[in-house]
């Protein structure tokens, strides 16, 4: 497993890289597949975090946590990995037992667009509040982005979709069903 370390407002001590390498490293007890994790370790005046981002089995394991000390902050963090990690393997394992069909409706919706005259603000710059995520471009269906949202608790999940060969967001409604975004072009 390839792990590449960022350190903000502090100095990568070989200690400390050792010890966020050694200690990101289990996670590929629970996958033969694990690709890369990205560590992020960060120093603030009254608190430290550690963020990790790990490819493994086909998803996207994302975890951040906060600490009065960075080593704290990096147990805590793998901690979170680990949890994330084992959820998607007992999902994994469960649905293979399991013939999951998903009616259409399910994944089927209508989207309105409304549009607003006049309502643009003027010298806002938009990218100064925007995080940029990248995600896998690797073709998988509707079912399976569901699970993969289902997974890291997000609300949506933007993947390319097996059949259209097209960029589609899947996404968790109010009423508890999802949605499938699918761009007209």
Not at 29 to 44: C, G, M, P, Q
Not at 170 to 180: A, E, I, M
Request: glycine residues 4%; without cysteine; hydrophobic residues 35%.
């Amino acid at each position: 497993m390839q792990v590449s370390i960022t350190v903000r407002h502090a100095k990568l001590t070989p200690q400390l890289k050792e010890y966020a390498t050694d200690k990101i490293s289990k996670a590929q007890k629970y996958f033969d597949n694990v690709i890369a994790a990205h560590v992020i370790l960060t120093v603030e005046k009254y608190y430290s975090s550690a963020e990790a981002t790990v490819n493994a089995g086909g998803a996207r394991i994302n975890a951040k946590e906060e600490a009065q000390d960075l080593y704290a902050a990096i147990d805590l963090m793998v901690d979170n990995v680990d949890r994330q990690m084992k959820k998607f393997k007992e999902k994994i394992r469960t649905n293979k037992h399991h013939d999951h069909r998903t009616s259409d409706n399910l994944l089927r919706t209508e989207a309105k667009i409304i549009s607003r005259n006049g309502a643009e603000k003027t010298g806002h710059d938009l990218t100064r509040d925007m995080i940029k995520k990248e995600f896998d471009t690797t073709p998988i269906n509707a079912k399976e982005a569901i699970k993969r949202m289902e997974l890291t608790d997000n609300d949506f999940w933007a993947f390319v979709n097996l059949e259209t060969n097209k960029v589609n967001i899947v996404y968790k409604r109010s009423d508890g069903t999802f949605g499938l975004l699918e761009p007209i072009l």
